[in-house]
């Protein structure tokens, strides 16, 4: 049985220690217990070896969490603090070179929880407002073609041409990443380590990396 | 004269020390000068107070440095690492409880270099979309009535009762927030240390706290 009064919820970035804030080390440490997903976990135990963890079944990670443990305290006495951490649109985008310097959109192809139609809708509005797109959870064994779905509804307002990337493992060991073409992002074997980027009509390739401007040099 | 080899792109948050990354604090450590906009400068200066420290006169923050960065090096021999920060609508969604839960799109109503009806074309779409919405830059002395404007747009897809809110000061001293319908966010005097989020369909208080859920307790 446990008492909880306090709990925290955690974002703790991509892995690496160093990606983690301050502030976020200095909670986990205060904790008794960490829960989280087994990936995550896995994570945070090398650097707080001496707590309790909780391995928990959840698949949607980081993307949703806060939500629910508001939901699931409605009416309950526990303190709860949401700490932020560096989420994969930005660790990720700076992996890549600059994606997301202007406005963007950050749209998960799991339909786990959503009906893909209403995933389609976004993708399909956020392409025709030429936001730059951060596409998490872009594939899984169950989704195979999903990016494949969302790039073609991408294509009625963009260029296959358009300039897009992907990251696998951000800030974890085999960290890489690939600037590639809309056209070939259709093609591409994403799994559930991929952070995939996909620019607006400025985003250009400089020195390999994936930039959008804002314009600054035209004023 | 000053000879570059290596530039370092740094978010440092929302000002706090305790809410950089660890490997945020360390590239900063290395750098020989430190230039940025007046007001984050200062908040790194009692950091590191033996740097030399540049203050430039640019408008726009930490929204759009890494690409302008990567456009002014080209063709030169500067080495470049963006190292990525908790940019305000994760902070300041941390702060309102958890309105970033789902899918959300980031966009600024500054029109210094994003023409006007760009901007309104996004606010449509991702309130066509029903997706949250982060709200960056949404005020000015110039630009006082943009909030209400895009409040306006937003309500030819939303219910006047949409859940919104506003973080003042995020992570600093006089760190506010309060929670709103969108009616009334039409209405709120923004300023310049604003970041306003607009929830969606789904978005309710619980608790005083601004939440959208993901469903995962109708599973």
Same mark, same amino acid.
């Given at each position: 049985m446990l008492a909880l009064n306090k709990l925290y919820v955690v974002?703790? #970035?991509?892995?690496?220690?160093?990606?983690?804030?301050v502030r976020a080390m200095r909670a986990l440490e205060k904790c008794d217990v960490i829960a989280g997903y087994g990936v995550y976990v896995e994570l945070v135990k090398p650097l707080l070896p001496d707590k309790e963890y909780l391995v928990t079944?959840?698949?949607?990670?980081?993307? #949703?969490m806060a939500g629910l443990i508001y939901e699931l305290s409605e009416g309950k006495d526990v303190e709860i603090e949401v700490i932020p951490g560096v989420t994969a649109a930005l660790s990720g985008g700076a992996v890549l070179g600059a994606p997301l310097t202007h406005d963007f959109a950050v749209i998960s192809l799991s339909d786990l929880l959503t009906p893909w139609d209403k995933i389609e809708k976004r993708l399909e509005c956020a392409a025709e407002a030429d936001l730059c797109m951060a596409i998490y959870n872009p594939a899984s064994h169950r989704r195979a073609d999903y990016l494949r779905q969302a790039c073609q509804i991408v294509l009625r307002h963009a260029s296959p041409e358009t300039v897009c990337g992907v990251v696998r493992n951000i800030g974890r060991e085999g960290e890489s990443m690939q600037v590639m073409t809309l056209k070939e992002l259709a093609d591409y074997p994403a799994d559930m380590f991929t952070t995939v980027f996909i620019g607006n009509r400025q985003t250009k390739i400089i020195g390999g990396r994936m930039v959008t401007p804002r314009g600054y040099r035209d004023v």
């Open positions: 974002g703790i #970035g991509p892995g690496a220690a160093d990606q983690m804030t079944p959840m698949h949607a990670g980081v993307y #949703g």
